[in-house]
Nanobody, 122 residues
């Protein structure tokens, strides 16, 4: 079976930086688009950043210029470099993959990691 395993969440002061990682473990041939979402309790999960398997990226307006998404296809891993963190960035961050190929013509869809907590103190 395939798992998306996030790491890197921590408590950091405002203005600081963190780097999140999400590795797809298990039988993975390739992964299509990968994303980072975040969620604050009581609010809907929001898209933070997205990256295609070709490397095209997109960002929420609230993080543009501060966050950078990247991926290593050979390691089936996606990263989120977060700089100039603000208290409003505090949330649980989730990794998501829209389609994972596990064998010829075999795919898994809409896969989520377990989440990693990011807390930014003022």
């Amino acid at each position: 079976q395939v798992q998306l395993v996030e790491s890197g969440g921590d408590l950091v002061q405002a203005g600081g930086s963190l780097r999140l990682s999400c590795a797809a473990n298990g039988r993975v041939v390739s992964i299509n688009t990968m994303d980072w979402y975040r969620q604050v309790p009581g609010l809907t999960r929001e898209l933070v950043a997205t990256i295609t398997n070709g490397g095209s990226t997109g960002y929420a307006d609230s993080v543009k210029g501060r966050f950078t998404i990247s991926r290593d296809n050979a390691k089936n891993t996606v990263y989120l470099q977060m700089n100039t963190l603000k208290p409003e960035d505090t949330a649980v961050y989730y990794c998501h993959a829209d389609r994972i190929q596990i064998a010829d013509a075999q795919y898994l869809y809409n896969y989520w990691g377990q989440g990693t907590q990011v807390t930014v103190s003022s």
